[in-house]
């Protein structure tokens, strides 16, 4: 199972919480896709001979910002480089094609521009149904929008959407995050994914923080709205199948899973990661330089060698996110060792349980993960 990564770094506007790449300079988006294309061509060997896709994602930035014509150029490119199965937009047996939306990008224009690519998943930045917290995260999108972007979307075809929440506001309350799940579900998407505010240093939010830290979430008022999270979703039949993901039967992201169980990617555009099970690579995080280096014909890359120390690490901080959590017998006796020993406190304390032989996070371990995980890997 392979899978590519497009990075579209493009934004009208910045959003206050946002640390991802991203650019407000749209006049650099023609020469933008032609460097991705080119870029398919310089790594199309990535996955060998005989090695089919599986996932293709379009994460961002905002992909939905790319024009029709650019779109459909990079679909013919990954068609051409790296034969896209079921490229006429086939669902069934075929590829998880999946594009980051933003429910004002949603017109009718782009509806219909889409009926034309292999795109059968869209992931909606929806983030709160609370137009005052829309407006205070600079969200471009009101909560109107939101309902009539997926209407738009299912009449366009798309039988699989998830949508993207938030929750820990400056003065949000537990009534307040119950309705946002509620309006999430009741729009009939198939998958959920919710994350607390993060305070990402460097952000326009962490500023704000700095200068009133009385803004941040309480704990113990973040620990119930994440116990909220799990008891409404679990109870309108999703299945929480990763610490910020839920999915209807069926709907698990395919490709965010492939991340998790250590499949081989490809990243294209600036910022964007690689890997093969032996290598991680990276791209620069710079548009210009990005784009003029493609343009030389050099890949502007650097890369780390995996080590059976950072295979672990790995396995450790990205498996144990997973309902599923770590077949211990897949490890070498050295490393299933060196992990049971280091669980015992997180076990004796409920936070972790190694059932059948699958250690995985408790419901307790869930919010704690990230302290639970800090003492697993080794240093």
Known sequence: MAGIYVHIPFCKSRCIYCGFYSTTHADWQDRYVEALCREMELRKDCFGKTESLKTVYFGGGTPSQLSARNLEKLFLYINKVYQLPSYDGGVEGGPEIT???????????????????????????????????????????????????????????????????????????????????????????????????????????????????????????????????????????????????FAKPGFRSRHNSSYWDGTPYVGLGAAAHSYDGKTRLWNVSDLREYVEAIE?????????????????????TLALRTREGINLAALDEKWRNYLLDNARKAIGLDLLINENGQLHLTRRGLFVSDNVLSDLIFT
């Open 99 to 245: 594009l980051e939306c933003n429910p004002d990008d949603v017109t009718d224009e782009f509806c219909e521009a889409l009926r034309e690519l292999p795109v059968n998943r869209v992931s909606l930045g929806a983030q709160t149904f609370d137009d005052a917290r829309l407006k205070f995260l600079r969200r471009r999108h009101d909560s109107r929008q939101i309902g009539e972007a997926i209407r738009r979307l299912r009449e366009a075809g798309i039988g699989n959407i998830s949508v993207d929440l938030m929750f820990g506001f400056p003065d949000e309350s537990l009534a307040d995050w119950a309705s946002d799940i509620d309006k999430a579900v009741a729009l009939g998407v198939e998958h959920l994914s919710a994350y607390s505010l993060m305070y990402e240093e460097g952000t326009p939010l962490y500023q704000m923080a700095a200068k009133n830290p009385a803004m941040k979430t309480d704990e113990e008022l973040e620990r119930q709205m994440y116990e909220l999270l799990i008891d409404r979703l679990e109870n309108a039949g999703f299945e929480h199948y990763e610490i910020s993901n």
């Open 296 to 316: 030389r014909g050099t890949l502007p890359s650097e890369h780390e060698t995996i080590d059976e120390t950072t295979h672990y690490n790995d396995l450790v």
